[in-house]
């Protein structure tokens, strides 16, 4: 059957009838999550846009742990997808470099956050920002970094 045909047959649109086919595609434990009610559809969305299946679970593991909305989710995705670029500081004239950008992805892959690096190449100077969505997920990148301090 098309999925016309499916949409016809069940009510639905054909838009959602292909969402749903697309979630098909993911990873056994994220279905399981799904099936279970314990994520929502809007939430594991942007996780198709990923191509690695580990930092798919990885990304799905933190939504699920700090309970992030379906726009937090996406936001979190961003820097995982292929060709993703760091939001850009418009009143910035110079350029990341690769190596700068190359670098934002590395970090932010490891401590499991969206990390952005502005590097600025005349002043050989620059400045790291590292996102995190509650206190909970602040302590978990201080210990990935080494810190054992509690936060507030």
Request: proline share 3%; glycine share 4%.
């Amino acid at each position: 059957m098309s999925q016309e045909d499916v949409s016809q047959r069940v009510g639905k649109d054909r838009s959602t009838i292909a969402n749903r086919v697309r979630l098909l595609k993911l990873p056994a434990q994220i279905k399981a999550a799904l099936a279970d009610r314990r994520i929502t559809e809007g939430q594991v969305r942007p996780l198709l846009a990923i191509e690695n299946e580990a930092v798919q679970a990885r990304l799905a593991n933190e939504i699920l742990r700090n309970q992030l909305t379906a726009r937090q989710a996406e936001e979190l995705t961003k820097q995982y997808r292929p060709n993703a670029r760091p939001p850009v500081d418009k009143k910035k004239v110079n350029k990341n470099s690769k190596e700068a950008d190359s670098l934002a992805l590395e970090l932010g892959e490891h401590l499991q956050t969206r990390v952005l690096v502005k590097h600025d190449n005349k002043a050989k100077k620059g400045t790291i920002v590292i996102d995190y969505f509650d206190l909970e997920n602040l302590e978990r990148i201080l210990q990935t970094m080494g810190f054992d301090k509690k936060v507030l």
